[in-house]
């Protein structure tokens, strides 16, 4: 249905489309609502896809690629009314371990954004159901930054280099 009507997820200002007036939610929030891993991973493949932005827009590759760019980071960070929550801050408190996962797992969510109380995140882990010790963890490891560490090879050197640590949030300076 979106591919057909793209307006459904895209709304005429550019912003993610809002599905739940009062709260501000959405499609992103409601899918972390009802701990639907397939909905968000759909949503966000969506989004990235440039050939979804061009059936909307008609633009360039690189405008694409810009636009979609933006929108994900939209739908990803954008605060609720309310409790001004992300979408991750909403799987995050509900246990939502492979929604968090989805999310995560793109670079531009941003793990460490603050809602109305101050709180980010992992400060709410499971905090609106029964803490399970495994989800807990998992959403716990999930929400931590991975350093990556890199081992450059030269085909003139026998012995391999290794580099200095980045992650996405701490990327390498030169």
Known sequence: MIWENPRYLISNGDMPSILQEGARYNALHVAARKSNADMAALILDTIADTKFIQLLYGDCLENSRQRSSILLDLYLNMPDKGLHETPLHIASKLGATRVVEVFVNLPECKKYQLNKEKLTPVEIICSRQ?????????????????????????????????????????????
């Open 130 to 174: 029964t803490p399970y010790a495994s989800a807990t963890l998992e959403i716990k490891h999930l929400l931590q930054d991975t350093f990556f560490v890199p081992v450059l090879r030269s085909p003139t050197q026998d012995q391999p280099e290794v580099g200095l640590p980045f992650s996405t949030t701490k990327p390498l300076v030169r």
